[in-house]
């Protein structure tokens, strides 16, 4: 059974730097797009980035430049490393993985980032 575990979130000050970790369990790290979407309070959930099998990376415009999506296929791993966080970057952070040309997708249960002085 795939299982997906973020880990990293906390709170942290304007301005400040976290890293947010994904960790996948089972066999379906190595083919599949990995991604992390964001919820903030009363909001609707949202992408955040994106990276291939090949590391291909893509983010959304609110984060670019910012926010770095990275993958270590040997430990199936995926990482956002979030530098001059805002207020607005407060939200839960999740992890999600997909499998191009099926339907299939997996979830992780969330990461909670507050962005607070």
């Known amino acids: 059974q795939v299982q997906l575990v973020e880990s990293g979130g906390g709170l942290v000050q304007p301005g400040g730097s976290l890293r947010l970790s994904c960790t996948v369990s089972?066999?379906?790290?190595?083919?599949?797009?990995m991604g992390w979407y964001r919820q903030a309070p009363g909001k609707e959930r949202e992408w955040v980035a994106t990276i291939t099998r090949g590391g291909s990376t893509d983010y959304a415009d609110s984060v670019k430049g910012r926010f770095t999506i990275s993958r270590d296929n040997a430990k199936s791993v995926v990482s956002l490393e979030m530098n001059s966080l805002k207020s607005e970057d407060t939200a839960v952070y999740y992890c999600?993985?997909?499998?191009?040309?099926?339907?299939?997708?997996?979830w992780g249960q969330g990461t909670l980032v507050t962005v607070s002085s």
């Open positions: 089972g066999s379906i790290f190595s083919g599949a797009v």
């Open positions: 999600k993985g997909t499998l191009p040309g099926t339907r299939y997708e997996a």
